[in-house]
């Protein structure tokens, strides 16, 4: 991952070029769907989807027995959100 992230990180313009994508939502779908995207956009979307299938493997294996970890398969914004709650920030910005 690191490369990747070193290589992305000295071409940023790459992240925003226009991308045209053909996705095809279901086996008998004869049309093509394109649509339009960046590659900074997907590499979102893999990234929240293999967060996404993370926490369904936390659930199978914590029903298991086994502990994996607390921040596996825990998406950044919650695992944001859980710090500013203990740090007592959530209260005071609700009193503003």
Do not use: Y
């Not at 967060?51 to 294996?61: K, S």
């Amino acid at each position: 991952m690191a490369p990747l992230q070193e290589a992305l990180a000295g071409n940023r313009e790459v992240l925003e070029q226009a991308a045209c994508l053909l996705r095809q939502l279901s086996d008998v779908d004869a049309d093509p769907d394109w649509s339009r995207s960046t590659l900074k956009r997907e590499l979102q979307f893999l990234v929240s989807h293999t967060v996404h299938h993370f926490a369904l493997i936390r659930a199978l294996l914590g029903g298991s027995g086994i502990d994996p970890g607390e921040s596996f398969g825990l998406a950044p914004s919650t695992a944001a959100a859980r710090r500013l709650e203990a740090s007592g920030a959530r209260d005071l910005a609700a009193r503003r």
